[in-house]
């Protein structure tokens, strides 16, 4: 099946600073690729769909100056956590969109990335 | 309204014997349906996934899902569990996005615990 690989893994940092994660598609393009958050014992929250070439489009509640998503590349999209703070600790999932036409039929996949734990001191 | 719900938080069952996860769901048009299980801080894994065709799609690992449009349901079994398959599993539905895009909505999950 399709990897998608996710950088860091694990990150701690002091209040203030910034912190960035990568999520790449390893064996296939992602024109689209999702941000989701974690909180323990619940589900995945939506926070962003990244669109290659474009802008990432937020769900309500997100602050899009604070989550900086760029997704550069067919394959690459990062999330940037900025001036965090101990409230955006949290576990963050990438996954990426495999679309694709199989005869008459359009498969779409997510496939996730392992995750990355925040921890913000 | 687009909507997963998965009614239970929590299933146990013996090892060896069969299992079924529930998930029921709302959303406009056809659907595209799909399972992931989750082992602890770890991503999802993708499962399987209903677009079109048999209502009985099969995935990894044994499992199975049984799509039923009347009911809106789309039911993840198993035939017989093993101890290894305890995760948590999500149901989730393709909605719509903003500006004609595609959004995920993911149930609540529903942790599977199998007993040796």
């Known amino acids: 099946g399709a990897v998608v690989s996710q950088h860091p893994s694990r990150v701690i940092c002091k209040s203030g600073t910034s912190v960035k994660i990568e999520c790449r598609s390893l064996?296939?393009?992602?024109?689209?690729m999702f941000w989701y958050r974690q909180f323990p014992k619940q589900s995945l929250m939506l926070m962003a769909t990244s669109n290659e070439g474009s802008k990432a489009t937020y769900e309500q509640g997100v602050e899009k100056d604070k989550f900086l998503i760029n997704h550069a590349s067919l394959t690459l999209s990062t999330l940037t956590v900025t001036s965090a703070h101990p409230e955006d600790s949290s576990f963050y999932i990438c996954?990426?969109?495999?679309?694709?036409?199989?005869?008459?039929?359009?498969?779409?996949?997510?496939?996730f990335g392992p995750g990355t734990r925040l921890t913000v001191l | 309204a687009q909507s997963v719900a998965q009614p239970e938080d929590q299933v146990n069952v013996a090892e060896g014997n069969p299992l079924t996860v529930k998930c029921t769901y709302s959303?406009?048009?056809?659907?595209?349906l799909f399972w992931y299980v989750q082992y602890p801080n770890r991503g999802l894994q993708f499962l399987l996934k209903?677009?079109?065709?048999?209502?009985l799609v099969k995935g990894s690992y044994g499992f199975e899902a049984e799509f039923n449009k009347s009911q809106t349901s789309f039911h993840l079994k198993k035939p017989s569990a093993l101890v290894s398959d305890s995760a948590l599993y999500f149901c989730a539905v393709r909605g719509n996005g903003t500006s004609g895009t595609y959004k995920y909505i993911f149930g609540t999950g529903t942790r599977l615990k199998v007993l040796a």
């Open positions: 996954s990426a969109r495999d679309g694709k036409v199989a005869g008459a039929i359009f498969t779409d996949t997510q496939y």
């Open positions: 064996d296939f393009q992602a024109t689209t």
């Open positions: 209903y677009i079109t065709g048999d209502n």
């Open positions: 959303v406009s048009g056809n659907p595209y």
